[in-house]
Nanobody, 123 residues
Framework: QVQLAESGGGLVQAGGSLRLSCAASGRTIRSYAVGWFRQALGKEREFVAALSWSGGRTYYADSVKGRFTISRDNAKNTVYLQMNRLKPEDTAVYYC????????????????WGQGTQVTVSS
């Protein structure tokens, strides 16, 4: 089993930056694809970014492309989401997810999920 724990959320002004972390435990996710998703209050969950196990393949939602960067440190069993030039519409609970296979933006394909971390961007 894989347990995922997000951290790094908080309150930031528009234009600012945050880096979210997702620490895995239980087993290594070195060979797992990983993704970030978010859910704003009253809205459906949406895809943010995905990264292959090797780090050689990335996929971003159009809404975050050029502002967010997904990365991983396999030695630390941790995945990151660097978020720059944040906008109020980025306000949401952010979740990390992992799967042994490439799942891209298909949330239902991910086997493992964290509990989420709140990101609030003030205008």
């Amino acid at each position: 089993q894989v347990q995922l724990a997000e951290s790094g959320g908080g309150l930031v002004q528009a234009g600012g930056s945050l880096r979210l972390s997702c620490a895995a435990s239980g087993r290594t996710i070195r060979s797992y694809a990983v993704g970030w998703f978010r859910q704003a209050l009253g809205k459906e969950r949406e895809f943010v970014a995905a990264l292959s196990w090797s780090g050689g393949r990335t996929y971003y939602a159009d809404s975050v492309k050029g502002r967010f960067t997904i990365s991983r440190d396999n030695a630390k069993n941790t995945v990151y989401l660097q978020m720059n030039r944040l906008k109020p519409e980025d306000t949401a609970v952010y979740y990390c997810a992992a799967d042994p296979s490439w799942a891209g933006g298909l949330g239902d394909e991910y086997d493992y999920w964290g509990q989420g971390t709140q990101v609030t961007v003030s205008s």
